[in-house]
């Protein structure tokens, strides 16, 4: 049995590591609820460029809105485990802590690599001979099949009417683009033989003729003329480094509560050992 003045200097310890945990808990919650808002805002502000991209793609919103809950449940049971001082839940908060903290640092890697690679991809493929690694293939992958998709839409156009179409348009007003490499792309599509380049490509609205859109030459001066593929790869890209960004931040904080965690645990169990 330890020394009453032991256990005395064990509890104030223990009393502040509590209280140091209550406030990282709090954090950590709140931090859920930051990766809800990313996700949410992801999906919601990214919709129109994911519309493009494959199924696979479309996804990523809602992984960061699971994860985002899973961080909020793991945040209530951490502040349950430190108010109850059980070494068990501790260890148990501790080891959640380091499953989750993998889990959105490799998330954040994955989003720093597709950052670079996005627009160095088909370059370092072409480097490599063709042999580059997965991870570039993929990112290869995502790209081209933006691109085949877009050329796509522009061909399908005000044809069957559906969220393709629509996603083009708001690419084209939002971005301030015309086509996929410039705004000449939409002379081979149906649509043009008909009613010319699409009004979203205007550059003034009050100022763009259906006669003036429908010949090239007059074209060139009311719209947009370059294209929207490249403008679309380096918008995905700067939103992903704030995803990216954020995600690495909070996996190091993780690092705090488990740190924390384990300590109060072994402290608790320390103590408890002092009393027998």
Sequence with gaps: MASPSRRLQTKPVITCLKSVLLTYTFVFWVSGIVLLAVGIWGRVSLAVYFSLL?????????????????????????????????????????????????????????????????????RCAAEAGGDGSTAEASLLQIKTNFESNLNLALKDYNVTADRHSEAVDTIQRTLHCCGVQNYSDWERTEYFSQRGIPRSCCKNQNDCSEED???????????????????????????????AGISFGIACFQLIGIILSCCLSRYITNNQYEMV
């Design 54 to 122: 494959d199924e696979k793609a479309t996804n990523v919103p809602f992984v960061l809105v699971g994860a985002g809950t899973v961080v909020v449940l793991l945040g209530t049971f951490g502040c349950f485990a430190t108010c109850r001082g059980s070494t068990w839940m501790l260890k148990l908060y501790a080891m959640l802590l380091s499953l989750i903290f993998l889990i959105v640092l490799v998330a954040a890697i994955v989003g720093f690599v597709f950052r670079h690679e996005v627009s160095l991809g088909g």
């Design 213 to 243: 859109l429908k010949d090239p030459n007059k074209a060139k001066l009311k719209v947009f003329v370059d294209g929207c593929f490249f403008l679309v790869t380096s918008t995905m890209e700067s939103k992903m480094s704030v995803v």
